[in-house]
């Protein structure tokens, strides 16, 4: 029954021969792939900890059977950005110390991202909205608010940083 | 100017007194911090770089930090109680101003002239602000850090800090928010297993069937069954065939003498009925109350969960006669003190590091999974293995925190103000960490459990457990606590964030705003006239001016603001808290404010932050949260997953203003927790405010809204 399933990671094309046709995309790229920044949080597709963006969407993956993205584009945290070339999200949450714990925030960039793709000039509300499926319990809520804002209006080029 | 020589050493220092044991030059130009106090995502080891950068005067990027390892760090208990920066940071200034007093001893003898002559500018030493070729590295051969602390270094005055008091970055930042690997979960080690416990359901429960073959049938893949006692454990190399099995196992396992609780007794009411061990506090009962006039109300608060965001994970590997176990824990010292109790193997040959888990709160789950990845670890030497509890196990089996009664009853006097204050308390204990090994989960399952713990709470002296903020800072002649220690209830209680002061500061709070209403006085004003500590008072008008308290806003029109204030433990740092909020169907937050004195602020940007994170949680806990019993549920419990067990989202979050005043005090007041309480009371005041009534039961749910309106 194990069949090889073939997509694309940050770019890159993967091929993966999960050990049963129930595996999650979170553990193939947490276990087979090393890709660490998809944090497991509740496994039932509640607390948005495992967000990834799949052909663009944004979509929990904790539960999500990896033969369900065969052929698709996949990002995770890692594709946004590193160090040396951050992405403005990931600038903006340094800049403004976004975080607490910082086991949420892998979700919570991922949940931005794909709002600011679909629209580049969203309201405090527009963004509570997008981030209601991700939960944060450290209460770091206004600072990461703040921080998408400011993203955007880097990406807008309306501040620089 | 310098400080006085510091004698007696701070408590940390004395007990860890080995310089080597706090700071270390491993390589030209880097230094390395070593402290007892862990990463529980407040931003500590950011605070104890900036404490040595300031102290040694070296540039914070020379600095690494390494934490919580008992091979390697001071033994500085828990990381809890908003104590790091109070207790142990004056620990780490005072072996750096030792260390750096031993370093220009030795300049000063090479260069032939007296110490007073030399400064040190990012780790280089200076005579009389020139450059002598020597710095700390070039030094570390010729002085023996393994000496011990005498206090005869002089830590800097609080107006030489520069570092101290700035705000910095936090350290550990960047790899989260690029997703590199920084949790324990994101350890993995060669040939290592993944495992999942099967709970044994509660102390004193026993195995009456396990269906080995169906747990196999559900992995679907191989996996081995490890049990010892009644402790069960699954392996294997694939998480994903061992977490289906860990999901499926427990309905295949059958359980002896299995208690599970039941719905009724989730309420705080049923504490009252409750055996109790008593204890009375503070002032004898006054002989006379006659002429002055009564006022009473009673609150209370369900059972929390700390419900942090990852499950707690463990890993430990037993080889060679010497166990290693990565935790996420508050202590690791006491840990493997707790370990060496329940394992075949002594401390000293057992090492305990901290590693980084999702935010903690206080005493989860991560002792107990680091017990069951030990326990499972000495039955297969040399595996590494790794537990990581499922969502539901988390919620179902982490600690929770203790419901609480709390009755006020308080004599007026003439004025209207408080001459005797008694606050009477219900609660099961709020300390049960792992000590003598009696409480650690897997423990209990084991062939020969550990003696269950006597009941107990945390000593006064550690400024209580239920009885934490129970005496009210205010200006009153007499106040009492009367204790009443609940030692059996049906759920695991211990330390969750602020521990009863939330419900204390909430009830306290809540009968100023009735007292002030009676004595047709403003709640600010009211406050004001009955404290004397000056560092309240500012605290107190600071907030208010924030929040531009209009002292006749109208009442019960569905809009309300109140205040909450207190001084955390009475001895940390001073809150004060305003909340805005709508009350319609539900509660709705607009705006809060926050100002807050917590003395010398070593990063204020990281307190800010967790400020605003205990405002956030406490908004949380006080409108939505409540752990819910089913007896007919897996674990009796009713609250399992984030559906059953909701929590505050970004879209009810309002916008919050802190503030800091008076950091260039000397001394840190730890601020952790200092928001929650006043945060608390300040949500059931603006509510009271809202609708000319009042809810005296956490949480403040729409059932319970729509209660108060009704009998109202």
Known sequence: MTTTVEFHVNGQPVSVAPASDETPLLDVLRNEL??????????LEQCGCCMVLIDGAPEKCCAKPVWSVAGKQVTTVEGLGNAAAPHPLQQAFLDEQAGQCGYCLSGILISAKALLDSNPAPTRQDIAAALDGNICRCGTHVRILRAVEKAAAVMRGEVSR | MNAPVNTPLPPFLESNPRLDRWIAFPAPGRVTVLTGRVELGQGVLTAMAQIAADELDVALSRIAVRSGDTAATPNEGYTSGSHSIQAGGIAMRQACADIRALFMAQAASRLGCDASALS????????????????????????????????AGRRKAVADYTTIGASSARLDLPAKVFGEPAFIHDIRLDGMVHARVVRQPNRGASIATIDEAAIRRAAKGPVEIVRHGNFIAIIGGDETTVERAGGAAPSHVQWNDAERPAAAQQEAPWLLQRPTIDRVLGDPA?????????????????????????????????????????????????????????????????????????GCYGHNGADDAAADAAIIAMQKPGVPVRVRWRREEEFMFEPKSASMVVKVSALLDADGKPSDWTQEIWSATHMQRPGGGGNLLGALALPHPPPEPPPADVPEANGGGATRNGVPLYAIPASRMIHHLIPDTPIRTSSLRGLGAVPNVFAIESCLDELAARAGQDPVAYRLSITAD????????????????QADAEGGTGHGRGIGFARYKNRAAYSAVVVELDVDEEIRLARIWCATDAGLVINPDGAINQLEGGIVQAASWVLKEQVRFDSDAAAGLASFDWDTYPVLKFSEVPEIDVELINTRDDVPLGVGEASSGPTAAAIGNAVSHALGLRIRDMPLTRERLMAAMLQA
């Open chain 2, 286 to 358: 006054p002989a006379d109350p006659q002429g002055r006039e009564r006022f009473e109300m009673t609150f209370s608060r369900g059972y929390l969960a700390h419900a942090s965001i990852s499950p707690s994970c463990g890993l430990a590997l037993f080889k060679d006669g010497h166990l290693t176990v990565w935790t996420h824990c508050q202590g690791v010292y006491p840990l493997r003190a707790a370990l060496a109790k329940i394992l075949p193997v002594k401390a000293e040959d057992m090492t305990v590091v901290h590693v980084q888990g999702a």
């Open chain 2, 120 to 151: 040190v500018h990012d780790g280089a030493i200076l005579r009389d602000g020139a450059a002598t070729g020597l710095d700390y590295w070039s030094l570390t051969d010729a002085v023996d850090l393994t000496v011990k602390a005498t206090g």
């Open chain 2, 534 to 549: 000056p560092r309240a008072r500012a605290t107190i008008e600071k907030v208010a001016a924030m929040a531009n308290w």
């Open chain 1, 34 to 43: 090393g890709l660490m920044g998809t944090r497991f949080g509740c496994g």
